[in-house]
Structures are given as C-alpha cells and as structure tokens.
C-alpha cells in the first residue's frame, strides 16, 4: 500500500469522532485493513479508531455480543484510550449492558395488588426487592460522560431504584410487624415511573444501535440488494394502495377495489419468497389484510390423489389464509401439459378462481403466485380465468442479480457468520459464482450462499485453528480455503494425456494449435485487446477405434483448463437421446440433453443418423440443437462425430450445421506399428506379456490385413486372447507364476479367428 493511499485511508478513519454517525469505511474494508495491519504505517491513534469501529458495527449487529466485542474494545484501548468513538463506544456498552439488565426484570410484573394476602405480598416484596439490590450492584462505574441525555437517565433511574428499595424495606417492615398502612401504592409508583425511565432510555440510544424489528417493510426492502425496478414499483404500490385507502376514508367509493392478488416470477434464489413476505405486511400495514400471516405451499400440498381431494385441499389451505396471504410456489406445475383428465392440478386452480370471486372469500385474502418467467407465462395463458384475476400491473418480475450483487451477498452472507473474504479471496470466489452460473437452475442468492458455507465447512475441515491463534485468524476466508472448493478430479494434465496417446500426430497438432489459441486470445483479452471471436464447435470424423470419443474427454478437459468451459464434463449422445417417436417430443428431449451438458461438451456419435429425410423427427432435432447452440454459445461445445463421407454429407445438408462447425478433425486408421504398440499397452495395462513368437505373428497379421475397427478391434482381440489363455491355463497339469502372465502365439491365434469371424 503506498503512503498517499495510507494517508488518504487514516484520514477518513480519523474522521469518525462519534457513534451517532456511521463509520466511513465498510465492516469488510476494516477486517481487511486490521488483517494486514503488521504491513501498513497507520498511527497508533488511527489503528485504536479501526478496532472501535469494528467494535462499532458488532454492537449494531448484536448488543449482547461481548466477548468479541470486549477483545476488540481492549485492543482499542491498548493502542490508544484517547479517541472520542472508543471513550462513546465503552461507555454506549456499560449503558446497554445495564439496559439489558433492565429489561430482563420485566417490571411491569412486579406490581402489588391490594387485594392481595399479607404473605403474597411479603414474597413479592423480597423478591423483588433481591432483583433491585442486583441492579444498583450493577451500577456502571467510571462513566466519562458529561451533561449527556443517558448518563441524565441513567442517574434517575438508579435513584427510583434507591427510592424503591427503601420503599420495599418499609413494606417488609410493616408486613413483619402486622402493621396496617402498608405502602403498596408508592411501590407500584415507583414500578411505573422505572417502566417509563427505562423506555426513555433505550430511545436516547443511537438510532443506529437500536433495534430493526420495528423498521416497515419499505426500509426492509430498501436494505436488500439489488432489485432496483422492484423496489421502485412496490414503493409506487404502498402509495397508491395507501392513497385509495385514504381516499375510502374520507367517503370515496370505487366499484373496482385495488387487487391484492399477486404475480411474483424469477429465477431460483432471487427473492420470491422474501417480496411476498414484505407484501404481506404491507397489506397488514395499510389494514388491508387482518393479518400478515403467509401461507406456503406448492402443488404437493393442493393435488389429491382421488376424484375430490384436490378441492377439499385447497378449500382448507383457502381458509387457513383468510385474513392473510396464500403463496403457490411453482403455481405453473399445478397444470402439466399432456395429462388430460388424468391430472386433478386443474381442480385446484378452479376452486382457487372460485374462491377469489365467491361472496364468502372474495377480499378477505390475497393470492400470490410464484415460478420461473417462461414456465408462468405459459401456464398463465393456459388459464385465462385465474389470469383475469391478477392485473397486469400486479406482476412483478425479479431479474438475476448481477456478479457485483451476488458478490455482496457472499460478503453478507460471511459476516452474518463471523467471517470475512480477503480481497484476493473474494475475486477469486466470482469465478466460483461463475462456474456456478452454467445454466437456468442457477440459484442466485440462494446458490451464493451454499458457496459460502461450502468454504467455511471446507476451512473448518481442512485446517481446523489452534486454539491460540489470534482473533482474526478465526474470521478470515483466503484464497487458499477456496482452492480446495473444486471437487473435480482428472487424471493428470489433459494436454499431457493427449501426449501420452499412441499416434493422432494430426490430432495433436490441431489440438495444441487450438489450445495455444485460446490461452493467447484469453491474455488478449485480460490486456484489453481485442480478442478474436474461438469456434469450439467441432466435427471429429473417422473409422471406429480411431480415438475420437477418447480425445473428445481430453479436449473438454483442455477447455475447461483454458478457462473457456465452467464444468468440463462430458456428454455422450446418440440418436435415441435426442430423438421422440412423437411431434412435440424430440425438442424436448434435444433440450434436455443441451441442459445436462451446459458448461461441458456433447459428444454426438454417429451425428449423421440424426437425418433420414424432411419427415423423419431427427430434422427436428438438428434444428432444436441449432438453436440452442446460439442460445447457450459461450456455455456449450457440441462434437458430431461419425464416418467422414457421411458426415461431410450430413453437415452440407444443413446451413445451420455449416454455419456452426468450422473445425474438422480427421482421425486417421491406425498404421500396424501403432496397432502392436497399442497391443503392448493394453496387455501391460492387465499385467500380461506377448511372447515373441505372438508378437512376431500379431506384426504379420496387422501388416497383410486391413484392420477394421482399429483399437477397439485390438481391445477385442486381447479380451479373447485371455479367455484362450485361461483355457489353456486350466486344461495343463502344472503352472509356474510366468505361465499366469504370458499370451503365446496360440491364444491370439485363436483369438484371431474369432473376432475376424466376427468383423467378416
């Protein structure tokens, strides 16, 4: 850090010269500034300051929160006791410490009645005359502040205490001696006046330090991140249901009464439930609503099983929310498409459009209903009664929270749990929110959150703390507890993999070239140039055996290393994954199959069987796959892989095909000295030997015969190989452990025969 951006730091730290304002810098900026404190030149002064405003924020967060509090207080006063935030923070403490105190007491029920036994009153009398003695033992010592509205209240609450306690002594003293006269009124006098002492002075507290629970839900709203369009259409929403209903108590009528059914859609994560909750109390708060109560359910809860069920379900969920709000998570699954009579979700949202309109319910409920945009938008125009029900104006749509939103929540999300992102940390956790972000089921907060307990977990599981670290040894997330995140595993380097193949010199060399690509076009672009728009799309044409299912797993694995896919994983698909025997069906069936390889690569084999002519359901396919590749461009890679003369047929058929495959891998047959190396490789890999009389015959086979299949036909070739041989092994009288390893000449002889028979 340099001395210009350290002073600039200390000056607005030593700003801050009371509580009644918020500190100038952010509870996470602190963290970070103390937890690199040993590297940076702050004056003593301005480190006391950064250790009370940390203090600071943990009061706001949670006035009982001593400990924590207390070390960092001590720390503060170790480096400096002078600082006017510190001397206001110490003395704030004490005040609350004993406001806590206060109020745990419960005054209100410790007054007397007069109707009460001379022992009934005897007891209360020492017991509450024990609590007072506990309070004005409890008095705050070295006080340092002058002529201040707290310390003014706190002196007259200690002196009621002092006034009571002599009452109380006088009560116990009459009541001992059977005296008539008993002061039972002045007590509860005194009880009355420490209520009121004590309300007076929890409100000379800071207003930053008082409690939340009474913010509306306006300012609730107002603290959520993002949501920016939302916030502002349900302020203009509070106002104009609180202008009608003003306007109604003055005596205007209006024969369309405001709705209060809802529409609420979003992505998962972004806040349904939360807006829904913050709607409820909105119409509690205008009296709109008798309650701000929330009912939840979701199709399970509302469709029966029988003829009858799903009314009788929904009809009692109805009930249970009169005087409040009824939520439908996921109202679109109550009607799924194709079930015909078979489903009984249509009689629930027709009991639930009678209800909303019935002279019995009408008014005395709210109905909110809440999905995913496109899934409610169709369900919506599939049921026109129930959408004539919610204007349009009481749609409202949550968007994705952008990555600097997310970010935030991550940064919430921490603190609400005693923990904080370093500045490295916290970039490098936007890379794990973007491998997240890989399809529609990314959850917004919702999945954020999941990270962020995930790093804490792995922290705490990997490297468990001593007991005698320091403080914020305990709080701090590096960057190192986040390289242990990422639960994938591969065997090795992918580029080394591909290395480590027998033959593909052409293969290698257009993968390195692309690979060599991409790195250089991913540094263009961190440099601010330009970069040069990467075709990933790839058709890998050649004979069976020849490798390229095989290279296709290493090439997505590159990809993923060069930082161009999220996940990396690989997809195989045929005809029959993509493929309904039904209109309607291979679309859907094609998109399924996009979304599972979402941030990986779909290998299709044998791509050309896809096109049997205009009316076969596989041009369907090809046309959903087109379409999906534009939508997800940067998230997919999609290898069609088949024979080469079918599938340059196969991609000049389709100008969509054309237009999307620029790349093209041609994986040649295998020559017979890279089929007998091949062979050595496989029979090692079970820790078996060829004989040199069985290599001798293998190197004449591969050399006068046209191999087909290539390496899957060598893989077949070995498997018979060792059935021959433990036949053999069987059938003789004795073995030695070398007899256990070889493959002789014999066996693949055998062996030989029987997968030609097979290839023939």
């Given amino acids: 850090m340099t001395e210009e951006k350290i002073a600039h730091i200390e000056k607005k730290i030593n700003s801050w010269q009371t509580i009644e304002a918020l500190p100038p810098l952010t509870e ?73 105190r206060l109020e745990q007491v419960a005054l209100e029920q410790w007054s007397f009645r007069e109707t009460d036994f001379d022992s009934a009153k005897m007891k209360k009398a020492k017991e509450l005359l024990e609590v007072v003695d506990d309070l004005l033992h409890d008095q705050i010592k070295n006080v340092t502040m002058e002529e201040h509205k707290l310390l003014t209240i706190y002196n007259d609450i200690i002196q009621e205490l002092k006034d009571l306690k002599e009452t ?6 009459l009541l001992k001696n059977r005296r008539s006269g008993v002061p039972v009124q002045v007590a509860n006098d005194h009880i009355k006046r420490l209520e009121k002492l004590r309300n007076n002075f929890y409100a000379q507290f800071p207003n930053v330090f008082q409690t939340s629970s009474y913010d509306n839900p306006l300012e609730k709203l107002d ?88 009314e009788e379900n929904t009809m009692n969920f109805v009930k249970q929310s009169l005087g409040g709000i009824l939520f439908i998570d996921e109202a679109y ?16 949202i027709d009991t639930l459009v009678s209800s909303m309109t019935s002279k019995e319910f009408a008014n005395r409920f709210a109905v909110i209903l809440a999905g995913y945009p496109e899934e409610m938008r169709q369900f919506l125009w599939s ?35 005693d923990y904080f992102f370093t500045s490295e940390a916290i970039n490098k956790f936007r890379s794990s929110i973007e491998k997240a972000k890989v399809d529609e089921s990314f959850g917004n907060a919702r999945t954020v959150r999941d990270l962020v307990l995930k790093a804490i977990f792995k922290k705490g599981a990997s490297r468990p703390p001593s007991v005698d670290e320091n403080w914020i040894e305990h709080m701090r997330i590096d960057s190192e507890d986040l390289d242990i995140m ?78 161009l896919l999220k996940r990396g994983h690989f997809i195989l698909a045929s005809r029959s994954d993509l493929v309904a025997g039904y209109v ?14 979402l941030g990986g690569v779909l290998f299709i084999d044998e791509a050309y069987s896809l096109f049997r002519g205009e ?61 007998i190396r091949i062979t050595s490789h496989h029979v090692q890999n079970y820790q078996y030997k060829m004989t040199e009389q069985a290599e001798v015959f293998l190197k004449e086979k591969f050399t006068q015969t046209k191999i087909e299949g290539n390496a899957r036909f060598v893989v077949n070739l070995i498997d018979e190989a060792i059935q021959f041989q433990a036949l053999r092994m069987v059938e003789a009288e004795s073995h030695s452990t070398e007899d256990y390893q070889a493959l002789m000449k014999e066996d693949f002889e055998h062996a030989w025969k029987v997968i030609r028979g097979k290839h023939n």
Wanted: glycine content about 6%; overall charge negative; hydrophobic content about 35%.
């Fill in 223 to 310: 603290h959520m991140v993002g949501l920016k369009d939302v916030k502002k259409y349900i302020h203009e929403y509070y106002h104009y249901l609180k202008y009608q209903k003003e306007r109604k108590e003055l005596g205007f009528q209006m024969v369309d009464e405001p709705s209060l059914h809802m529409i609420i859609t979003g992505n998962p994560g972004t806040g349904k439930t939360t807006i829904a909750r913050l709607l409820a109390e909105i119409y509690y708060e205008l009296g709109l609503l008798e309650t701000n109560e929330v009912v939840e359910v979701n199709r399970s809860h509302l469709v029966g099983s029988y003829v009858g069920q799903s």
């Fill in 383 to 417: 049921n026109p009664g129930l959408r004539s029900r919610i204007p349009e104006q009481n749609q409202i749509i949550l968007p994705n929270f952008q990555m600097e939103e997310l970010l935030t929540i991550a940064e919430d999300t921490a603190l609400s749990n």
């Fill in 615 to 675: 009316k076969d359901f596989g041009k369907e396919a090809i046309d959903t796959l087109v379409d999906e590749m534009t939508k997800h461009n940067e998230n997919l890679v999609v290898i069609l892989a088949g024979y080469k003369n079918e599938m340059e047929q196969f991609i000049s058929s389709n100008p969509g095909l054309q237009s999307r495959f620029k790349k093209y891998f041609e994986f040649d047959d295998y020559n017979h000295e890279e089929l």
């Fill in 28 to 100: 996470v900026e602190i963290l970070r500034l103390l937890d690199d404190i040993e590297t940076t030149t702050f004056s003593r002064q301005s480190i006391s300051i950064l250790y009370s405003m940390l203090a600071f924020y943990r009061l706001k967060r949670d006035f009982n929160d001593d400990q924590i509090t207390a070390t960092l207080l001590s720390k503060a006063n170790n480096y400096d006791e002078t600082p006017a935030a510190l001397v206001e923070i110490l003395n704030l403490k004490s005040f609350f410490h004993f406001y806590s």
């Fill in 168 to 173: 109380l002594e006088n009560v116990i003293d």
């Fill in 584 to 597: 309607g069906q291979t679309a859907i069936k094609t998109k399924q199959k996009v979304r599972e390889a």
């Fill in 333 to 348: 699954s109550l009607k799924r498409e194709g079930q015909g009579g078979n489903d009984y979700g249509q009689a629930v």
């Fill in 486 to 563: 990422d639960d994938s595993s591969s065997d090795g380097q992918p580029m080394q993999q591909l290395e480590n193949l027998i033959g593909l010199s052409n293969i290698k060399q257009e993968v390195r070239k692309l690979s060599s690509f991409v790195r250089v076009q991913q540094q263009r672009k961190k440099q601010g140039f330009p970069p040069v728009p990467v075709q990933l799309h790839a058709v890998f044409s050649g004979n069976p055996g020849t490798g390229k299912t095989t290279v296709a797993k290493i090439y997505s694995q590159i990809l993923k290393e060069c930082g």
